[in-house]
């Protein structure tokens, strides 16, 4: 019923010769993959040239940010409409680096959303915990707080086209993955925060991804997991072997 997604997030890595050479590898590595989907997501240079490096593969092309604003006087800034005419076919949206060096708030989080939505990308909303906040028992209070604010007026036609990542921030990059358990049991209350807001039907179809330190050994058990729907890769996607392996998961 929800098709899985394995997304990888390269960060700021990669020259564009690099990204060139990984193109053709990992098109080469996942030629008839079936049942799930594919998505990498470059710095924004490298938008368009791998748009259409990966033409004939099923790997699609994100974005790791996007601005508000369609157009207008903001150096620096790129739109999701700019986006959507490269190829782009998702962007994520509040990564915690971008909350943390960037001041990304809740509210610029809803305003990208929407601004996503109206261009035609697939928002992949970024939540989480901090250690702190983990160790304060304030996670679920933490994560509601962003699915609240973040998905504030959003349509119930729209809320299928969401697509959630829950990364706990004490995880990413780190080597430290949440448990399947630890992870599974976040999911769940994400889901039914979902239910809240747009209702149980339309919950059960958005698709919910774990990121923080996934791994080739540890996917297949997270993946395991009933509202585990796919993965946000970070390190492990840099390398095409090791992104093919999380992609081919078991299970
Ligand atoms: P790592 O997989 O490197 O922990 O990064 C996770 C992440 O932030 C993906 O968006």
Known sequence: MRRPLIAGNWKMFKTAEEAHVYAEELSRRVSGVENREILVCPPSVYIHPLVRAFADSPVMIGAQNVFWEDEGAYTGEVSAPMLRSLGARFCLIGHSERRQYFL????????????SLKAGL???VCVGETLKERQDNTTIERVSSQLTNGLKDVSTDDAS???IAYEPVWAIGT?????????QEVHGVIRSLLAGIFGAERAGLIRIL??????PDNIDVLMAKEDIDGALVGGASLDAASFERIIR???
């Open 104 to 115: 990304e708030t809740d509210a610029t989080v809803n305003q990208r959303l929407k601004a």
């Open 122 to 124: 697939t928002p992949i």
């Open 161 to 163: 086209r969401i697509v």
């Open 175 to 183: 080597g430290k993955t949440a448990t399947p358990e630890i992870a």
């Open 210 to 215: 774990y990121g923080g330190s996934v791994k």
């Open 249 to 251: 998961y078991r299970g």
